[in-house]
């Protein structure tokens, strides 16, 4: 069956099974490996994507759940890898080993967009669901609070400006 979505931007059909986890059609058949699979359960937050605006665990959510709707990846979060989220993650070297980054990014840059100025309790409230093996979660918190002071100003890069 086909199912054809909004990814990143730009209209994609794929011929998958529908009940397939978006997690695999975006990573095997859109040929997207920035969404990362760990636990396959919904629990560690390493698969998050934008379904709508709304961060989803993409490894337990059908690609069929996709259709007709706008999807986000880290790829697509921006062109130019100069999200606020991006630029405070790498100014406070967030990452260590780096493997829940893709979803943590995309789950901050989810609670930024409703929430231009969380609180710490409120930053804890939507983090939750991410793990970080490594640990580096002060980070983690410091990294959305840099990012909350540009986020309200920030404004993607066109094509033009990253060709």
């Known amino acids: 069956m086909t199912v054809s979505f909004e990814l990143n931007g730009g209209p994609i059909s794929l011929d998958v ?3 397939m986890p978006l997690l695999w059609a975006l990573r095997d058949f859109a040929g997207l490996t920035g969404t990362k699979y760990a636990c396959g ?3 560690c937050g390493s698969c998050t994507v934008h379904i709508d ?3 989803v665990r993409s490894c ?3 690609v069929s759940a996709a259709a007709g709707k706008n999807v986000t990846t880290i790829e697509g979060l921006s062109e ?3 999200h606020p989220v991006q630029v405070a993650w790498r100014e406070l070297n967030v990452a ?3 493997y829940c980054q893709s979803g943590q990014i995309m789950s901050a840059a989810a609670l930024l967009a409703t929430n231009p100025s969380p609180s710490d ?4 409230n939507a983090m939750s669901g991410n793990i970080c093996r490594c640990g580096t979660y002060g980070r983690i918190r410091k990294a959305i609070k840099r990012a909350a002071e540009s986020v309200q100003t920030w404004e993607p890069a066109s094509a033009e400006e990253t060709a």
Request: glycine residues 10%.
């Open 17 to 19: 099974d529908p009940e």
């Open 41 to 43: 359960k919904a629990l």
């Open 53 to 55: 605006d709304q961060p």
């Open 60 to 62: 337990v959510i059908p």
């Open 80 to 82: 130019d890898g100069n």
């Open 96 to 98: 260590q080993c780096g």
């Open 121 to 124: 309790d409120e930053i804890n």
